[in-house]
């Protein structure tokens, strides 16, 4: 008897990205049914996004051996439509600065409308949950406090877990500090246990000379993340890393960083969502924090072009996203 041989139902995404010419291309599938091949068509129609970038694109992705056509084709979308929980990046993704971006809207009604699990996940260590559940709806969105987590609510968990009732020095906004009270955390100017950074507007020469002495008397130094640039409605803003440099240049010592991409922050998010690392896909516009993040906590990957990463970007880097996509509302069937 011919042993049975197993056909794969659906061709995956690392047989759609292939490399023209390469000898572990893949053999073909066969024609792709006609059902399929309209609904591909239709999407290819759809008009213009707000971001000036066609839905229907596909475009070359250069790398080291020749070069990967991308398409976001039904099948793909599909893909991310199926997951049961999406972690999701703000800035950049629905809004920037003040202004909510195109498909915003529509995606989160999808999400709602399907009882998708949902989480808002920010490196911003600025705002508390609250305070982004306010700007959200001002936006005209209303959600829950329980759908954002932040890095400094990761931080915060992560220095508990260290050292509980522990003390820290900390340059940053509201966000950092309530998030670290609430983990038992007193604010400590003299002899901290840590000197924890983040986004601040209140960032001068006074504290940073201050912060660099308590590294030097042995606090350890703490980002609540890497980023340094970040997204507003007037411009990049200096970000965590670049605030934390100095300190780093001046005492030696490396700072431990929380956030994005962070595996640690990842399976903090996982936990919060009630999702398993399989049926969840992140949705994020940085290759550099979101995508890699996702990547190195196997989570799937949907990188939108709406925020800081550009299309002429994504040459530059050794790792791909599952899926590139104009913006976040792409995702919601037309």
Same mark, same amino acid.
């Not at 292939?18 to 073909?28: D, G, V, Y």
């Not at 940053?172 to 003299?190: E, H, I, K, P, S």
């Not at 020469?205 to 590294?215: C, P």
């Not at 980002?223 to 997204?231: A, C, M, R, V, Y």
């Given at each position: 008897?011919?042993?049975?041989?197993?056909?794969?139902?659906?061709?995956?995404?690392?047989?759609?990205?292939?490399?023209?010419?390469?000898?572990? =291309?893949?053999?073909?599938?066969?024609?792709?049914?006609?059902?399929?091949?309209?609904?591909?068509?239709?999407?290819?129609?759809?008009?213009?996004?707000?971001?000036?970038? =066609?839905?229907?694109?596909?475009?070359?992705?250069?790398?080291?051996?020749?070069?990967?056509?991308?398409?976001?084709?039904?099948?793909?979308?599909?893909?991310?439509?199926?997951?049961?929980?999406?972690?999701?990046?703000? @800035?950049?993704?629905?809004?920037?600065?003040?202004?909510?971006?195109?498909?915003?809207?529509?995606?989160?009604?999808?999400?709602?409308?399907?009882?998708?699990?949902?989480?808002?996940?920010?490196?911003?260590?600025?705002?508390?949950? =609250?305070?982004?559940?306010?700007?959200?709806?001002?936006?005209?969105?209303?959600?829950?406090?329980?759908?954002?987590?932040?890095?400094?609510?990761?931080?915060?968990?992560?220095?508990?877990?260290?050292?509980?009732?522990?003390?820290?020095?900390?340059?940053?906004?509201?966000?950092?500090?309530?998030?670290?009270?609430?983990?038992?955390?007193?604010?400590?100017?003299?002899?901290?246990?840590?000197?924890?950074?983040?986004?601040?507007?209140?960032?001068?020469?006074?504290?940073?000379?201050?912060?660099?002495?308590?590294?030097?008397?042995?606090?350890?130094?703490?980002?609540?993340?890497?980023?340094?640039?970040?997204?507003?409605?007037?411009?990049?803003?200096?970000?965590?890393?670049?605030?934390?440099?100095?300190?780093?240049?001046?005492?030696?010592?490396?700072?431990?960083?929380?956030?994005?991409?962070?595996?640690?922050?990842?399976?903090?998010?996982?936990?919060?969502?009630?999702?398993?690392?399989?049926?969840?896909?992140?949705?994020?516009?940085?290759?550099?924090? @979101?995508?890699?993040?996702?990547?190195?906590?196997?989570?799937?990957?949907?990188?939108?072009?709406?925020?800081?990463?550009?299309?002429? @970007?994504?040459?530059?880097?050794?790792? =791909?996203?599952?899926?590139?996509?104009?913006?976040?509302?792409?995702?919601?069937?037309?």
């Amino acid at each position: 008897m011919q042993p049975r041989q197993y056909v794969p139902k659906a061709a995956p995404l690392s047989m759609l990205l292939f490399t023209k010419n390469h000898p572990a =291309r893949p053999a073909r599938l066969g024609p792709r049914p006609p059902s399929a091949r309209r609904r591909r068509a239709a999407w290819a129609r759809r008009p213009e996004s707000g971001t000036g970038v =066609r839905r229907g694109f596909a475009f070359w992705l250069e790398s080291g051996r020749g070069s990967a056509i991308i398409n976001p084709g039904m099948s793909e979308l599909d893909t991310i439509r199926r997951k049961t929980g999406f972690i999701i990046d703000m @800035d950049g993704v629905v809004y920037h600065g003040n202004h909510l971006l195109p498909g915003t809207r529509e995606f989160l009604e999808w999400l709602r409308v399907q009882r998708k699990k949902f989480l808002f996940l920010t490196n911003s260590s600025r705002g508390t949950p =609250r305070e982004l559940k306010q700007k959200m709806s001002r936006l005209g969105v209303s959600l829950e406090e329980d759908h954002f987590y932040t890095s400094a609510q990761a931080t915060a968990a992560f220095l508990r877990t260290q050292q509980p009732g522990g003390s820290a020095f900390v340059i940053g906004d509201a966000g950092l500090t309530n998030a670290l009270y609430q983990a038992g955390f007193t604010l400590n100017d003299v002899n901290p246990d840590y000197v924890v950074v983040g986004e601040s507007s209140s960032y001068d020469y006074d504290k940073l000379t201050h912060a660099i002495r308590l590294v030097l008397k042995g606090a350890r130094l703490i980002g609540t993340n890497p980023d340094l640039t970040g997204p507003t409605d007037k411009g990049l803003v200096p970000a965590t890393g670049a605030l934390i440099s100095p300190i780093e240049l001046c005492t030696g010592a490396k700072a431990y960083y929380i956030g994005k991409p962070n595996p640690l922050i990842m399976r903090h998010a996982l936990k919060v969502l009630g999702c398993q690392r399989e049926e969840t896909a992140i949705i994020g516009d940085r290759m550099d924090t @979101d995508i890699i993040a996702g990547i190195e906590s196997e989570i799937e990957t949907v990188l939108v072009l709406s925020g800081v990463t550009a299309r002429e @970007d994504l040459g530059k880097y050794a790792y =791909r996203p599952h899926h590139v996509l104009p913006e976040v509302g792409a995702i919601v069937p037309g």
